[in-house]
C-alpha cells in the first residue's frame, strides 16, 4: 500500500480503498488523474474510453465512484452514462473542458457528485472527490429515490393479475436492486409446520422457488424433521438484523435459520415481520451469503413501505382462507394524515407541501446538512424551524442568521466569537452564533450572500466540526446541525465564481425545494382564513369572513410575493373591512409592486432554425448516432456525409446531442 499524501486527503476507511474507474477518451489526462487518486491511495479499476467500455468494466469491478468525461469515443457521450449510472445508484463525477451553460445544465439533470473542469489540479480532484464520498455516505437522497423505486415495482405487482407464485418472483426481484439478499424467505408464521416459500437468486436475473419438498430434497432432510426444527425455533416479533456474533446466537434459538444458513452458504440475514389483521405475522427474510450486508437504511425503506407490504400480501393471498382482502387490509391500516401535525405554523394539504412534509420528517432524525431551496417568501424560515422541531435536538438551540445582513468586517466575530483584546473594541470574550447553537441546530438563511472568505471558514466548519473564536489559541469542537437556505440559483453563482464548489456539495447532500404559492393554489383558502384569524385577534376584534368574489380575486393572482404577500394583503384587507365580510381584496399595489410577467410574443422561426430543431430531435432520438441502421441518416433518408455536413453547418455541437 502506497504512503498517503501529505495534503491531508485519505482515501482509506476501515482498511479498503475506494475504487474508481475513470471514463475519458483522452490517453494523457486520463493518465494524470490515474496518478492523482493512486498517489492519495485511491485504486483505480480501470479506465474506459466509451460508454460501451465503461458499462463492461462498471459490470466486472463494481467500482465506488465514477469520473466521467463528458465528450467520449464512440456515438454515446458521457451525459448518456451518467443516467445509466444514476439507475444502478453508483456516484459520478464530471470532469470536462467544456463548461459552458449549455453543458452545465445538462450535466446537472443528471444530479452528478461534481463536476471538474479541464485542466484540472490534484487539489481540485481531491476536494471534489471527498465531498463526492461524503454525500454519498450521509446523503437520504439516494435512500428516498430507492424507497420510491421499490414503491413503484410492488404497486405494479399488486395492480397486476400474476398468480401467488409469479408475484413473489416478481417481488423478489422488485426487492432485489433495494435490499440484496441470495435465498429471501416468505411467508405466515405458524407454530405446527413450515409453510414458507423461498427463492434463490441463480444468476443476475435468475431465481427459482424454494418449496418445503424442495428445501427437503436440498438439505437431505424429511420434511417431517423440518417441520419438527421449525417448531423448535424462536419467532422474531419485530425487524431485527443478524450479522457475526448476533446470526451464532439466533442459529442457535433458531435451527430453522441454520438450516437454510447451512445449505445456502448464509452470513447475514434481515427479519421483517408484517403484522396482518392483528391475528396473524408475515415474515419476509432477506439472506446474504455476505457479512455485514444489512444496514439501518435497509430497515428504514422496509418500514416505510410496511403499508403496501401488507396489501401486496392480501392481494397474493386473497384467494385462500385468511380473512382479509386487499381492500380490507388497505382500509385496516390506513390512517388519515394530518399535514400539519408536527409542522407548526406551516400551512398546506396541497401534493406539494405534502411532499416537503414527507422530505422534512425523513430528515428531521438524522445530522445530515440540508439546503432549503425557493422564492423569496415561500417560508423557508419554517421549514427550518420545523425540520429541527421535529429533530432529536429539539430541546436544543435553534440559532438563525440571516447571511444577507451581516456586516463583512463583523462577520467572523458574530460567528465565532472573539477573545477580549481580539481587535480594537473587543473589551470583553464575545461567544459566537456557532457556539451558541452547539448540540443543537444552526440555520444560515440567504447563504448564497455569504462572502467568498467567510464561505471558506464555514467549509472547515462541515469539514473539521470545530471553530476557532477570533484572537483564539486553539479550535473548538462543536456540534451543530447546518441547515442553508436560498432563494439564488446556487449552480449558477458556482458557475460565476461567486460561490464555492466544494461548499455547495457539502451543502447539498439533501435538498428541499419549497413551491412558490401560484403552484400550490389550493392552500390559498386555509392560508388566507389563517392570516384573517391571527390578524382579526391582534387587532381584538371578530374575524371577518372571506367572501366568495375575494376568494376568487385571491385564488387568481399570481402571487408573485408568495406566503409573505399574501399575508401582508391579508391583514390590509381586515384594516379596509368595516363589516363582517371581506367583499374584496385591494390586489392593485401589489399589482403594481410586482407586475405580471410580459407574455412572450408570437416568433416565426426561419427554415434553417426549423432544420437545425428537426435534426437535433432526431439525433437525440437516436443517442447520437448518425450512419447505420436506426441511425439519423437513415430515418432523415440522406447521406451520412450529408448529415455531418448540415450538423457542422448548423453548429450542432456534440454536448447537447
Known sequence: ?????????????????????????????????????????????????????????????????????????????????????????????????????????????????????????????????????????????????????????ITEIINSNLKKEEALLAFAKAAQTFIPFDYLEMGFVTSTHYDNLGIVRRNLDQYQIVNLQKLSQISELPEREINETYRKSKVDKEPIIYSEEALINNLQEAPIKALIAHNFGIKSYLVFPVSIAAIQSYHFTFYSRNLNVYSQEHLRILNSLELLFRQFIAKIYAKEDLGLSPKKAESKNVKPVNTQEGFEGIIGNSSQMNTVFNYIRKVSASDTSVLVLGESGTGKEKIAQSIHALSPRKDKPLVIINCGAIPENLAESLLFGHEKGAFTGALDRRIGKFEMADGGTIFLDEIGEMSLELQVKLLRVLQEREIERVGGISPMKIDVRIIAATNKNLEEEVAAGRFRMDLYYRLHVFPIMVPPLKKRKEDIPDLANHFIAVYSEKMGRKAPILSDAALQQIMNYNWPGNIRELEHVMQRAILLTDGNVIKEIELSMSSKIHPEPAQESFSIKTILENERDYILYILKKCNGKISGAGGAAEILDIHPSTLNSKIKKLEIKKGII
Do not use: C, W
Not at 31 to 48: F, P, R, T, W
Not at 60 to 82: H, Q, S, T, W
Open 1 to 153: 500500500m502506497k504512503n498517503s499524501p501529505d495534503n491531508g486527503y485519505e482515501a482509506v476507511a476501515s482498511g479498503l480503498k475506494k475504487r474508481i474507474l475513470i471514463v475519458e477518451d483522452q490517453f494523457i489526462e486520463a493518465h494524470d488523474l490515474q496518478l492523482i487518486l493512486e498517489k492519495a491511495n485511491y485504486e483505480v479499476v480501470g479506465i474506459a474510453r466509451s460508454v460501451e467500455q465503461a458499462l463492461e468494466q462498471i459490470e466486472v469491478e463494481k467500482p465506488d465512484l465514477v469520473f466521467l468525461d463528458i465528450m467520449l469515443k464512440g456515438n454515446r457521450n458521457g451525459i448518456e452514462l451518467a443516467y445509466i449510472l444514476k439507475e444502478k445508484y453508483i456516484g459520478f463525477i464530471f470532469i470536462s473542458a467544456n463548461s459552458s451553460k449549455s453543458i452545465l445544465d445538462q450535466a446537472k439533470t443528471t444530479q452528478p457528485y461534481g463536476f471538474i473542469v479541464k485542466p484540472f489540479r490534484d487539489q481540485d480532484v481531491l476536494t471534489t472527490l471527498e465531498i463526492a464520498f461524503y454525500r454519498q455516505q450521509y446523503s437520504l437522497e439516494s435512500q428516498l429515490i430507492q424507497q420510491f423505486q421499490l414503491q413503484k415495482g
